[in-house]
């Protein structure tokens, strides 16, 4: 498909276009290689984003355990656009955590690789078939649970982040998993400033912060979440794990760097970044 923005390096892909940038990040990611450069012309709108992340999803060898939602700054937002972006979970991506194990994550040596300290929802119901609009307090009604976590925020691109939105919708919206800590009692008592969160790598202070720091809060995240996958024909359905956004910040990290996200009372979560490459090799031989 020609586009007058294609000189600009930006597009409109079609479905082949679609599929071949799907077929080198997920090759990518399987390897556990890195990347120099996007693999084609970078989508022009999410839209078109999202077309290259769901040819990703059918490509994939694992199920969706849930997805992460991630914060679009105001200056990279499409006119009258989402302020939020959602990418996939999967479920071998998924690592429990407990306050005395150290949990071993890829990194993708070359690529981008952060920690962020989050809240997660899981669902205890389907969404309904065909409804594509949530108020926060609709979404609030599916929720079973809240726990606290660490998104493995990752890709075999080092400039996703530097790229904008549609790039890192393109690619699973730059996650590589989640480490789900324990459940969070009686969430629904805690006003969001008391759910509060210091992140450490290999023992500095990177960031604190709380659930009064996302954007509208937990509730407007996770509304946004089931109206956008609903949206991309991909309903939220019970046990769905929902990553709300980084309380702490976006905390870059590499092979070899311990992390810790400490929530006081709520528990602990400590981890280790090693290089993806191996954990590919042990996946695909297995």
């Given at each position: 498909m020609n586009d007058s923005s294609s000189e600009a390096g930006i597009h409109m892909p079609d479905a082949g276009a679609a599929a071949a940038i799907a077929k080198v990040f997920v090759r990518a990611r399987r390897e556990g290689e890195a990347l120099g450069a996007f693999p084609g012309a970078i989508p022009a709108t999410l839209e078109n984003a999202y077309r290259c992340q769901d040819q990703a999803?059918?490509?994939?060898?694992?199920?969706?355990?849930?997805w992460k939602v991630g914060y679009i700054a105001p200056a990279q937002r499409e006119a009258g656009g989402d302020e939020r972006l959602v990418g996939p979970v999967f479920t071998r991506n998924v690592r429990h955590a407990d306050t005395h194990s150290v949990v071993e994550f890829p990194v993708f040596a070359g690529g981008f690789a952060a920690v962020e300290a989050e809240f997660v929802f899981r669902l205890g119901a389907d969404a309904p078939a065909g409804k594509t609009h949530w108020s926060?307090?609709?979404?609030?009604?599916?929720?079973?649970?809240?726990?606290?976590?660490?998104?493995?925020?990752?890709?075999p691109l080092a400039t996703i982040n530097a790229l904008g939105p549609c790039?890192?919708?393109?690619?699973?919206?730059?996650?590589?998993?989640?480490?789900?800590?324990?459940?969070i009692t009686d969430w629904r008592s805690f006003p969001e400033f008391a759910l509060?969160?210091?992140?450490f790598v290999d023992g500095r202070?990177?960031?604190e912060g709380s659930a009064a720091a996302v954007a509208g809060g937990l509730r407007a995240s996770l509304a946004f979440a089931l109206s956008r996958c609903a949206r991309n024909g991909?309903?939220?359905?019970?046990?769905?794990?929902?990553?709300?956004?980084?309380?702490?910040?976006?905390?870059?990290?590499?092979?070899?760097?311990?992390?810790?996200?400490?929530?006081g009372a709520l528990g602990t979560i400590r981890c280790r970044a090693v290089e993806a490459r191996a954990f590919a090799h042990a996946r695909n031989g297995a």
């Open positions: 999803i059918r490509d994939w060898p694992d199920t969706i355990a849930g926060d307090d609709e979404a609030a009604a599916l929720v079973a649970e809240l726990h606290i976590g660490i998104e493995t925020a990752g890709s790039v890192v919708v393109s690619d699973f919206g730059n996650n590589a998993g989640l480490i789900l800590g324990p459940r509060a969160c210091v992140t202070r990177v960031g991909r309903a939220l359905r019970a046990g769905d794990l929902v990553t709300t956004g980084a309380v702490t910040g976006i905390h870059e990290i590499t092979s070899g760097q311990d992390a810790l996200a400490d929530f």
